[in-house]
């Protein structure tokens, strides 16, 4: 009777337990999904960088760049991209971070077709502006959304080294694509490999990313100290490739020019200490994992994730990555 009332008790219990672990499997696929769609969406950004270094020399025939003007085709999108990730970072706060990434991938991929038929210097210019402004808003959001899809630690791990590995490699699949679509067709469509992708991550998203209300435009966001903190960046580029490249470190311009960015920085950091909702609150710095990161502070950037990552989280997260 014990052993009936037993087979009883499994067969009532196992569809339940059976339920409850798809239920889990399918939310646990989604989670990852959701997490190679982003990854699309950042190697879509990083390969981007890349892409275009090799198809220069066509690009300036074409459209008859000088010398020193081609190199802002690089640099107009990686003045917008720096200059614009923290404030895009707090604008996906307020309004929802799955908002801020369609809006990104919307506007990188209209950008990339403006891009690809651009007709004159000034054209294209501005659209890698546009290019890295779209990219801001994209990347900026994308940890904060998978440090929110994984809440275990040791998923959280695994995912960030996927993304890690996505972001570190997409520089070196850039120049590779960038080499083959220049050769094989033209420079245009170094652009336009981007509308296929864009408009499929964007779909992907809508569809597999979870969607979390923003905490509100009400709680605000830093706008005088995102605006210091762009034209300081904006203004040391400028710098750089500017008055330095053709003057020398030494000319006067080359030194009013950099020291009205340091002037801007030191205004940011005064703006930060005082502002009631700072992009950067600076208490951050004397927390340990700042401090240490500071000693190494592009790990992704070299494909070294040792230091954000335990150790044994590269080798899970490649595994999965090829299972996908």
């Not at 210019?125 to 440090?147: H, N």
């Not at 335990?310 to 990555?321: E, I, K, Q, T």
Request: proline share 4%.
């Amino acid at each position: 009777m014990n052993a009936g009332a037993g087979t009883t008790d499994t067969t009532q219990t196992t569809p339940r337990t059976l339920e409850r672990g798809a239920a889990d499997g399918g939310s646990d696929r989604s989670r990852w999904l959701a997490l190679y769609v982003l990854c699309v969406g950042m190697l879509m950004i990083v390969l981007d960088v890349t892409i275009v270094n090799v198809a220069l020399p066509s690009i300036q025939e074409d459209l008859r760049f000088s010398t020193s003007s081609l190199a802002w085709v690089v640099n107009a999108y990686l003045i917008a991209f720096g200059g614009l990730l923290l404030l895009a970072g707090r604008l996906g706060d307020l309004i929802g971070r799955r908002r801020m990434f369609l809006a990104g991938i919307a506007l990188f991929t209209s950008a990339s077709l403006l891009c690809g038929v651009a007709q004159a210097a000034w054209w294209l210019v501005a659209a890698r502006f546009v290019q890295g402004v779209g990219g801001a808003m994209t990347s900026a959001v994308i940890l904060g959304m998978i440090v929110t899809m994984f809440a275990d630690a040791r998923e959280r791990a695994k995912a960030i080294g996927v993304f890690a590995f996505v972001a570190s490699a997409g520089g070196s699949v850039g120049l590779l694509a960038g080499g083959v679509l220049t050769q094989s067709i033209n420079w245009h469509w170094i652009f336009f490999v981007n509308l296929p992708i864009g408009i499929a991550t964007a779909l992907a998203a809508r569809r597999l990313v979870p969607d979390e209300p923003g905490i509100g435009l009400r709680e605000g966001a830093d706008v005088p100290g995102a605006v210091l903190i762009t034209s300081a960046l904006m203004l040391g580029v400028y710098t750089i490739v500017g008055p330095a490249a053709k003057q020398g470190w030494g000319a006067a311009s080359t030194l009013l020019f950099g020291a009205g960015s340091i002037a801007l920085i030191v205004s940011f950091l005064v703006r930060e200490t005082r502002a009631a909702r700072p992009l950067i609150p600076l208490r951050i710095f004397r927390s340990r994992p700042v401090a240490a990161a500071k000693r190494d502070p592009d790990p992704v950037g070299r494909g070294d994730v040792r230091h954000v990552l335990p150790r044994r989280a590269v080798p899970a997260a490649c595994a999965r990555l090829r299972r996908a």
